[in-house]
């Protein structure tokens, strides 16, 4: 069921939904619609059965904990050091991002059955006027804006490298062995980077966060058509994760939509 909350004289309506696939015995993602915080997130876990979906839900219930004891706190004790230049909320969330690798490579690290696990994320943060994302891997956020759609992040793999060089023509990316190889991720190192971008939400815009088992499925002319022709949010979303699936799906699949609305 979709649920909305009041921004800056609008309102922001989340809806998401999570699915096994139609080739994976478990699901591995894990998704996080919005309950206190405006903050809404997908996980795409790595590293096998009781493993990758221990991560995903690691990482997005560590930012969730980070938000809620910062909430009221404004004396808590950073973890990292913060950008001055940067909002309490952009703070908040990168730092939950970090937390929230650190934990999942320190259990890793500990525990034997944990060995080698990981997770991407993509979160967005709806404060006041603004929209702050954050994210790690190539899980993706997109903005769905005036007919047209957009790729609000950059694929952290290794064919994006590739592209990104300049050294794989269009017919080789179709056929790189390597796609679902990823350079970044939570859980990989003892800290990582975290990519985020402040964006101003118009009315009408729909933000799109989803696994690749979404992405790597459907093209994004298909999630465009959708979004525009589904007015209902939970619809829309049933019908991404049923395209997704018709197309083979061959990887866990999740999707979390987020759209401005008239007060």
């Known amino acids: 069921m979709s649920t ?11 809806a998401g939904e999570t699915d096994t696939g139609m080739k994976r015995t478990h699901n591995e993602d894990f998704l996080f619609l919005p309950d206190e915080e405006r903050l809404v997130m997908v996980a795409d876990g790595m590293g096998g059965h009781a493993c990758g979906d221990v991560a995903s839900r690691m990482a997005v219930e560590t930012v969730v904990d980070f938000f809620r004891a910062s909430a009221e706190d404004f004396e808590i004790t950073w973890p990292f050091m913060i950008d001055h230049e940067n909002r309490r909320h952009a703070n908040r969330l990168t ?3 970090k937390l929230a690798n650190l934990k999942i490579f320190e259990t890793s690290q500990r525990e034997q059955r944990f060995r080698g696990m990981g997770t991407t994320i993509v979160a967005g943060l709806f404060c006041d006027d603004t929209l702050m994302l954050a994210h790690v891997g190539d899980s993706r ?16 793999s290794l064919l994006n490298d590739y592209i990104k060089m300049k ?28 990519d985020t971008e402040r964006l101003t939400p118009r009315l009408g815009d729909v933000y799109v966060l989803c696994s690749d088992g979404l992405s790597g499925m459907i093209d994004d002319d298909t999630i465009l058509k959708t979004v525009m022709e589904i007015s209902d949010l939970d619809a829309a979303c049933e019908r991404l994760v049923e395209q997704a699936n018709a197309a083979g799906g061959v990887d866990n699949i999740t999707v979390a939509l987020a759209r401005i609305e008239p007060q």
């Open 167 to 194: 050294r794989i023509t269009p017919e080789e990316i179709e056929r790189f062995p390597h796609k679902n190889v990823i350079v970044r991720a939570l859980g990989m190192k003892e800290t990582v980077a975290v």
């Open 141 to 156: 956020i997109y903005r769905v804006r005036a007919g047209q759609i957009e790729q609000m992040t950059e694929d952290h």
């Open 95 to 97: 730092t939950g991002v």
């Open 4 to 14: 909305s909350f009041p921004l800056d004289g609008m309102r922001v309506r989340f």
